[in-house]
């Protein structure tokens, strides 16, 4: 199961980073994509990190203003989000891949499982 923490309520231009957790022994072999999801909108794909965290994966609409990473020895994934906007707005969640040490990122929301309980972030104008 991945757990993400890390939201808050954040000033336009603000920043938050966001952890997602994990449990279990073969986490470094999957990657982890973070998804978010805003008020009576669809579940959005935002990033992405491969399993050895070699490639990365972005939405065009965080580009140049998020940035994700992880951390195998912690079991863990972080998403550092700069120059938050307004429309970043939503319940961000986090998840892991369905295939093992999948050749670079999918975007696809069916693709992942495990999916957390996500994190409130909340930028104010």
């Known amino acids: 199961q991945l757990q993400a923490s890390g939201g808050g309520l954040v000033q336009a231009g603000g920043s938050l980073r966001l952890s997602c957790a994990a449990s279990?022994?073969?986490?470094?072999?999957?990657?982890v994509g973070w998804f978010r999801q805003a008020p009576g909108k669809e579940r959005e794909f935002v990033t992405g990190i491969s399993w050895s965290g070699g490639r990365t994966d972005y939405a065009d609409s965080v580009k140049g203003r998020f940035t994700i990473s992880r951390d195998n020895a912690k079991n863990t994934v972080y998403l550092q989000m700069n120059s938050l906007k307004p429309e970043d707005t939503a319940v961000y969640f986090c998840?892991?891949?369905?295939?093992?040490?999948?050749?670079?990122?999918?975007?696809?929301?069916?693709?992942?499982?495990?999916w957390g309980q996500g994190t409130q972030v909340t930028v104010s104008s």
């Open positions: 998840a892991a891949d369905s295939v093992i040490r999948r050749v670079g990122i999918s975007p696809r929301r069916t693709e992942y499982v495990y």
């Open positions: 279990g022994r073969t986490f470094s072999s999957y990657g």
